[in-house]
């Protein structure tokens, strides 16, 4: 009879193989974190709009591919210019991020580096010596119309920074999508996944549609409403397939009140209409919204306030 001992028998396959890890998205407002969110999940999980400063939250979206989970965390765009208490709340999110994530994906716009781009990634080079790998990821490439200027762009980029890859790709084409989770897949260590097959967000539908209220609110009332709007979720009830949900806008002037509410209320109703259909989508039932709107000045300012409504 031999000695030797034989060795463990491997555990089940499956579980073994499997990668599950926290990806960062990171980047000055307005360079397409959300849209790229989105994309990498395959369903809407985070409103985009073209106004700076439209993610508040951190959001996970979660993808899961063969026996990959990717857990991917959209953060607000990092603020430089303000210092009210909302963009000091952002930037505290931003920052809380990173310390804890396998994996940062520093997005930018392609062929363009500002002040606001060098602000951000100095916070991810001072991260130190046990700071995750930092995937540079130039979003926007449908825009640059001169390509060739893009390979000495790249070059100098390396020069800022040793990125772990360089990927320059549209969020709003589905082949750069796919080909970037290949390519961040080695990045996450091998463990069990964190949430279900099938899970798309940690975030509940009462925030979803918030959320969804307040990006119809920034798409159609355009550049005069000031960013400090927001939306406040008054009641959200489920009866079977149906959700009954009234919600308050939140404004900090008589003069915003109006814009809001529109000519006749056609602004008010156009906002609901548009938030509701969506809704409707997302949840695969019907949706009865009730909109309110309400003056409270200096809200955005007030750190009580914040967490009153829900900012962290
Ligand atoms: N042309 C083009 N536009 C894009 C692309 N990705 C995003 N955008 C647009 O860029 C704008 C900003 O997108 P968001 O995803 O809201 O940007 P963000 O970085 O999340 O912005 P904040 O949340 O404000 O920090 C929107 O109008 C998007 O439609 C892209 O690949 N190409
Ligand atoms: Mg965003």
């Known amino acids: 009879m031999s000695t030797e001992t034989s060795p463990e028998p491997d555990p089940a396959p499956e579980a073994d193989a499997r990668r599950c890890g926290w990806i960062a998205i990171v980047g000055r407002p307005n360079v397409g974190k959300s849209t790229l969110l989105n994309a990498l999940v395959g369903q809407k999980v985070s409103i985009t709009s073209n106004k700076a400063q439209t993610t508040r939250h951190r959001i996970h979206g979660i993808r899961t591919v063969g026996s990959t989970q990717f857990v991917f965390i959209d953060t607000p765009g990092f603020q430089t210019r303000h210092a009210a208490a909302l963009n000091r709340t952002l930037n505290r999110t931003v920052q809380g991020v990173l310390a804890d994530v396998d994996l940062v994906l520093f997005v930018v716009e392609a062929g363009r580096f500002g002040l606001d781009d060098a602000k951000v990634l ?6 130190g010596a046990d700071a995750p790998p930092v995937v540079l990821v130039a979003n926007k490439l449908d825009a640059v119309h ?18 772990a890859e360089y990927v320059p790709l549209s969020a709003r084409r589905d082949a750069d999508v796919q080909r970037l989770l290949g390519i961040l897949e080695p990045y996450l260590p091998q463990q069990d996944w964190f949430y279900d097959e099938d899970a798309l967000t940690d975030r509940s539908e009462r925030f979803l549609a918030s959320e969804i209220v307040r990006e119809k609110l920034f798409r159609l009332t355009g550049d005069e409403l000031p960013y400090t709007s927001t939306v406040v979720i008054d009641s959200f009830q489920e009866e079977g397939e149906l959700r009954r949900i009234a919600a308050s806008i939140v404004v900090e002037r008589d003069a915003h009140k109006g814009m809001v509410i529109g000519d006749r209320g056609a602004m008010l109703k156009r906002i609901g209409t548009e938030a509701r259909q969506e ?3 997302l949840t695969g039932g019907k949706v009865f919204l009730e909109l309110w709107v309400k003056v409270r000045s200096g809200w955005a300012d007030d750190e009580e306030h914040l967490r009153s409504y829900g900012y962290e």
């Open 279 to 281: 809704l409707e989508r």
């Open 122 to 127: 100095s916070l991810l080079a001072a991260a």
């Open 146 to 163: 001169r390509r060739a200027e893009l390979a000495p762009w790249l070059k100098g980029m390396q020069e800022r920074h040793p990125f």
